[in-house]
């Protein structure tokens, strides 16, 4: 398994700002992915962090809204830029940590709340 | 219809009893099937994960594929409050770069 921490845990923003969440691993890892997961709900994946190259996203997510880094095997960032209420959201990082691919391991997550 | 269906719950049990969860899945090519707990305000913690059919055992904790009926099982014997969380069943997309299909998340509370 992997240690993954999140910065920040939590954050209460105004509407039309921007937030950049840090995501930190304790090991070089394969794979980073960014979630989603709105109250009550499960998650929903935003996009595979790549290391050196644009992130992929998934349908309904776009780079414009949810700019990612990943400029090593260690670490990424998650923007969510100028939100609204409706980005109020637990987001969450995950990573697969070797030739099991399918092992994958989240982060603690960062609760966000938009007024 | 989703790719995934998991009843959200609550499911509330007494300690001690057998704990059932479920989901069903709609698409054949699933091979690996993943049990994750999460509980609140945490991010969700890897149970369990199974390939093909059949049954894997981890302590208090039974995995159960039946890919005839695309049927996945959890049982949690002598149940405890510690267990009160959200389970969620997840399967990787072989076809989408094995990208995780996650069910709702049941929630499950043991009463002591």
């Known amino acids: 398994s992997a240690v993954i921490s999140q910065k920040p845990s939590r954050d209460i923003c105004q509407r039309g700002t921007s937030l950049t969440i840090q995501c930190q691993v304790d090991?070089?890892?394969?794979?980073m992915f960014w979630y989603r997961q709105q109250p009550g709900q499960s998650l929903t994946l935003i996009a595979t962090?790549?290391?050196?190259?644009?992130?992929?996203?998934e349908s309904g997510f776009v780079i414009d809204k949810f700019p990612i880094s990943r400029p090593n095997l260690t670490f990424s960032t998650l923007t969510v830029s100028n939100m609204s209420p409706e980005d109020s959201s637990i987001y969450l990082c995950?990573?697969?940590?070797?030739?099991?691919?399918?092992?994958?391991?989240f982060g603690p997550g960062t609760r966000l709340t938009v007024l | 219809q989703k790719e995934v269906e998991q009843d959200p719950g609550p499911l509330s049990v007494p300690e001690g009893a057998i704990v059932s969860l479920n989901c069903t899945y709609s698409?054949?090519?699933?091979?690996?099937f993943m049990w994750y707990r999460q509980y609140s305000r945490k991010g969700p913690e890897l149970l369990m994960y199974t390939y093909s059919s059949g049954n894997k055992e981890d302590g208090r904790f039974t995995a159960q594929v039946d890919k005839s009926s695309k049927y996945i099982s959890l049982f949690i014997r002598d149940s405890q409050p510690s267990d009160s969380a959200t389970y969620l069943c997840?399967?990787?997309?072989?076809?989408?770069?094995?990208?995780?299909?996650f069910g709702a998340g049941t929630i499950l509370r043991v009463k002591s």
């Open positions: 090991s070089q890892v394969t794979m």
């Open positions: 698409n054949s090519a699933f091979q690996y």
């Open positions: 997840a399967m990787p997309h072989m076809e989408y770069g094995n990208k995780l299909v």
């Open positions: 995950s990573v697969v940590t070797g030739q099991i691919y399918n092992e994958q391991f």
């Open positions: 962090a790549n290391q050196g190259s644009e992130a992929t996203y």
